[in-house]
Nanobody, 119 residues
């Protein structure tokens, strides 16, 4: 089992920055990928950015050039540095991880952290 705890959300003005963090804990052997998703009211959950264990990253088009994902394998943490935020970035941001435990590979989610960008 993997528990994911997000932090760093909050209220920020348009043009501002926020840094989200996610820490994984529990009984698992390895995490091979960690992602950030977001879900705005009335919209489907969408991938924002992801990072593999070997450091490869991918970003949604909306995040490219503004957001940076980084990870620390030793600490099982992932961060999302967000800048030039706009009201369209307002959403609940969820941490997601692919991990292997005694039962095999699984997909795990955090509870989410609210990001609100005011205009």
């Amino acid at each position: 089992q993997v528990q994911l705890v997000e932090s760093g959300g909050g209220l920020v003005q348009a043009g501002g920055s926020l840094r989200l963090s996610c820490a994984a804990s529990g009984s698992f052997f390895i995490i091979n990928m960690m992602n950030w998703y977001r879900q705005a009211p009335g919209k489907q959950r969408e991938l924002v950015a992801g990072i593999t264990r070997d450091g490869r990253t991918n970003y949604a088009d909306s995040a490219k050039g503004r957001f940076t994902i980084s990870g620390d394998n030793a600490k099982n943490t992932v961060h999302l540095q967000m800048s030039s935020l706009t009201p369209e970035d307002t959403a609940v941001y969820y941490c997601n991880a692919g991990a292997r435990d005694l039962r095999g590979w699984g997909d795990y989610w955090g509870q989410g952290t609210q990001v609100t960008v005011s205009s």
